[in-house]
């Protein structure tokens, strides 16, 4: 059973560019959240999807937007970047319902240069 | 706002030794959930749990949600164990809130 997968794994970006990253969650699961991991501020939780609707969003500003497709798989995407964006990004998927909780994807390291 | 809170910040103990890490939150919760985080940024659902207690293997979770206080023991522990374990917090269907994550070193 493939796991959760992320894509790139690294990437570097300057300032002021935009970037995407794609996360494709484990079979049948419809839930899909987004996770920002630095030191200074640790993990936050950026947005959920469920069904192609976000359904809750942490508090970052709107340079950070997110979509889900009919296949579940997400993209976010962060425009402007700025240096503080360096980050690692992680996406988790979930089964509604589920007693398991969540599965994590390796994530995403982000660097703004 | 919701507050989480992990004691010991970091912790080295001995091969074998019992471990126990802590996790206090300030509000209700819906479900309270322990990670485990490898160098590489890799993280792994551990437990999910809502009330009581769960073990799988030589970690168990334990929750007390009038205290509104978990806690993560490690049994036997084992060099591999050696990871950033962090706990986390629902409230109804939001986000998870994150604690800053316990540091543990487990020497041979």
């Known amino acids: 059973k493939a796991g959760v997968t992320q894509t790139p794994r690294y990437l570097i970006k300057t300032r002021g560019q935009q970037v995407t990253l794609s996360c494709s969650p484990i079979?049948?699961?419809?839930?899909v959240s987004w996770y920002q991991q630095t030191p200074g501020q640790g993990l936050q939780f950026l947005f959920e999807?469920?069904?192609?609707?976000?359904?809750n969003k942490g508090n970052f500003p709107g340079r950070f937007s997110g979509r889900q497709f009919s296949n579940s798989r997400s993209e976010m995407n962060v425009s402007t970047l700025e240096l503080g964006d360096s980050a690692l990004y992680l996406c988790?998927?979930?089964?509604?319902?589920?007693?398991?909780?969540?599965?994590f994807g390796s994530g995403t390291r982000l660097t703004v240069v | 706002k919701n507050e989480v809170e992990q004691s010991p910040q970091n912790l080295t103990a001995q091969e074998g030794e019992f471990i126990t890490i802590n996790c206090s939150y300030s509000?209700?919760?819906?479900?309270l959930h322990w990670l485990q985080q490898h160098p590489g940024g890799g993280i792994v659902s551990l437990f999910m749990?809502?009330?009581g207690k769960k073990k799988h293997g030589r970690l168990i979770a334990t929750i007390n949600i009038q205290e509104k206080h978990s806690s993560l023991h490690i049994t036997a522990s084992h060099p591999r164990d050696s990871a950033v374990y962090i706990c986390?917090?629902?409230?109804?269907?939001?986000?998870?809130?994150f604690g800053k994550g316990t540091h543990l070193i487990i020497q041979p």
């Open positions: 079979s049948g699961h419809r839930s």
């Open positions: 509000v209700g919760i819906s479900a």
């Open positions: 999807y469920f069904s192609e609707t976000q359904r």
């Open positions: 986390a917090v629902q409230i109804g269907a939001d986000g998870l809130t």
């Open positions: 749990l809502s009330s």
């Open positions: 988790a998927s979930s089964l509604e319902g589920s007693i398991y909780g969540y599965t």
